[in-house]
């Protein structure tokens, strides 16, 4: 069936321009179906059909030269001051701003200065700008949110023979590099072919050690410099130490000599608080301290002997494995040694047996771990054996808390920088610990499983979210924690103030009550020794006299008194017997008697 439709136009309206205009639907034809023409209908796949609106173009290529991106960035710091003076150095900004409050112009800048601090300030008070309008709402959601951290990196040891991540330093001013120590703790499993580098990684390029670091032997402690973020001190397993400028490359600026290092691993390497930010410690298990000035490391400029008999002698020295320091408290600091003991020091003491301040007898082992709560420097953790231990400078006998014992040994522990109730710890099994105390005192508020080998090493940030692990074979894990592990909480600080002080002053009752029974049992005993230094010493042959003239008197008097018994049993028998001979006799007598009466009875009735 064909269908056609004519139009039919005037020769005229040909090559005029369309008008187009809107008008109802209209049936130009109606087909009625066919039922027949459903037999042919063959059921097809779908076709999707493309079509092209565009101009259809040419396919070209086009080759480019790679460019290699490099981060760079501006150290900004504290304006205003001259350049001989550096801000972070309280005692030379108070000296300047003496000598400038003594000079004629000061009063007359500081009154012109001070109408512009003024309206400034009014500004400032008109309205607050970091007002927080919903502070409630995201308290109420950070207290609902459970503890739970997040894996955001993984940095392996590019060596084919893998090595422990011994230590971990985070960059001071950039949260964004990690400088980790790479070395074989194990003296018997280290081999010829070991590498001996440790590397600075950037962790936005993970892929690839942004820095080389060459020592002559390897690092088994690596620390940025607080002051200057360019410069790092390193504590070799020979014992030397090294210092490294990254702007001049991987190989060591400078070496401290053999004759004059340590004589075993330095485990424990610190920068000090000083005016030139060049001095450093450190310590090893040879029981020295050393004191060093990178300008010249040709010799120590102080040692110290860790002979807790104060007679200086290095072999009763106890072995170091780690090292605290407290900017705060610039005199004193902390060792921790392998015989389970911790060593309070004071460097402002005029001789070495002075230094040593006191002890703690704190683990069954080394003490892997030691550092200051950020907050309050007096409260110190100590992890070793299979317990981790918080201690207070003014109880020395025993720590105030402690956890429970593991089943794994522990390696590693470091406190919260925000939180003064957070302290996290790591154990052999590969698992990382975060314990809450104002949450959860018995159990970690958050137990992770980080891998199968052994964790050795542990650092978090300064702002406290992400917490870095190293283990066993190199692998360092870094995760962030939730906000609410690392977000200072309501009323944290007065609460964790007061168990500190509640905890600290139980133990010095527990303390006080333990000495007033020493004393007592002290004075028992040297009674006791009093009376027997009265009594004239024996030889062996009287004492054997005397015993065996004891043994016989007691036998004889066991004897004697079973004689006596013996006796007054026999004595009692033969009385039993007299009296009952004496009834039979009796009866036999009164019956002839009773036979007369009746006799007699009988006679009278006849």
């Known amino acids: ?22 008008r109802p639907a209209e049936v130009c034809v109606d087909i009625q179906p066919d039922p027949s023409l459903a037999e042919a209908f063959v059921l097809r796949c779908p076709v999707d059909t493309p079509v092209q ?39 030379q900004m108070a000296r300047f701003r003496k000598k400038v409050e003594k000079e004629e112009n000061y009063i007359n800048t500081i009154v012109h200065l001070g109408t512009l601090m003024e309206h400034c300030v009014r500004q400032n008070n008109a309205i607050d700008i970091y007002e927080e309008y919903f502070g409630e709402e995201e308290e109420a959601e950070m207290e609902d949110e459970s503890p739970s951290a997040k894996t ?29 120590a790479y070395s074989c703790l194990e003296f018997q499993q280290s081999t010829e072919d ?15 050690p942004q820095l080389v670091l060459k020592p002559s032997s390897p690092l088994v402690s690596l620390e940025y410099n607080p002051k200057d973020a360019h410069i790092l001190v390193g504590g070799c397993y020979n014992g030397q130490l090294a210092y490294w400028d990254t702007r001049k490359g991987g190989l060591p600026a400078e070496v401290s000599t053999v004759e004059a290092s340590h004589r075993d691993p330095a485990y424990g390497a610190i920068w000090l608080q000083s005016k030139t930010g060049t001095e450093c410690f450190s310590a090893s298990t040879d029981g020295q301290v050393l004191w060093w000035d990178i300008r010249k490391l040709s010799e120590p400029t102080e040692t110290l002997v860790l002979d807790i008999t104060r007679q200086g002698l290095l072999e009763n020295a106890l072995g170091a494995i780690t090292l605290e320091f407290e900017p705060t408290m610039p005199t004193k600091f902390m060792v921790g040694t392998e015989q389970g003991i911790v060593i309070t020091c004071n460097r402002k003491a005029k001789t070495p047996p002075e230094k040593i301040a006191g002890t703690y007898s704190s683990h069954h082992g080394p003490v892997y771990a030691l550092t200051r709560n950020p907050l309050y420097p007096k409260i110190f953790l100590t992890v070793g054996d299979w317990t981790a231990r918080i201690w207070s400078e003014e109880a020395k006998e025993s720590s105030i808390m402690w956890t429970k014992y593991h089943l794994s040994y522990l390696t590693a522990g470091c406190w919260s920088t925000v939180r003064p109730a957070v302290f996290f710890t790591t154990k052999m099994d590969g698992t990382l610990d975060v314990w809450d105390f104002l949450f959860k005192q018995n159990d970690p508020s958050l137990s992770l499983k980080i891998c199968d080998e052994p964790l050795s090493s542990l650092r978090l940030q300064d702002n406290g979210c992400i917490v870095g692990c190293g283990s066993k074979l190199g692998t360092v894990t870094l995760l962030e924690i939730s906000s609410g592990l690392c977000t200072l909480q309501r009323n944290e600080k007065n609460l964790a103030n007061a168990m500190f002080e509640r905890e600290t002053k139980r133990e010095k009752i527990l303390e006080a009550r333990h000495r007033e029974m020493r004393l007592k049992e002290r004075a028992r005993s040297e009674g006791q020794d009093a009376e027997t230094e009265e009594i004239p010493e024996e030889s062996p042959q ?65």
Not at 58 to 81: A, I, L, P, Y
Not at 152 to 175: E, F, G, M, Q
Not at 574 to 587: L, M
């Open 152 to 180: 955001i990196n993984v940095i392996r040891d590019p060596n084919i023979t893998k090595r422990t991540a011994a230590h971990l330093s985070w960059h001071p001013d950039r949260c964004k590099k990690l400088a980790v």
């Open 542 to 606: 009287e004492a054997l006299d005397r015993a065996q003239k004891e043994f016989f008197e007691v036998i004889e008097a066991e004897l004697q008194r079973r004689a006596r018994a013996e006796a007054r049993h026999l004595d009692g028998k033969v009385k039993k017997q007299a009296g009952e001979e004496a009834v039979v006799q009796g009866e036999e007598s009164e019956l002839p008697k009773y036979e007369e009466e009746s006799e007699e009875k009988d006679a009278a009735k006849e």
């Open 53 to 91: 609106h565009g101009s259809e173009m040419s396919e070209h290529e086009v080759n480019t030269e790679r460019v290699e991106v490099e981060t760079r960035g501006v150290n900004h710091v504290e304006g205003g001051w001259p350049k001989d003076i550096n801000p972070q150095e309280m005692e």
């Open 194 to 208: 070991m590498s001996l580098d440790s590397y600075i990684w950037d962790l936005e390029n993970p892929n690839k």
């Open 1 to 22: 069936m064909e269908i056609v439709h004519i139009y039919t136009r005037r020769r005229s309206d040909f090559g005029r321009p369309c008008y187009f205009s809107d």
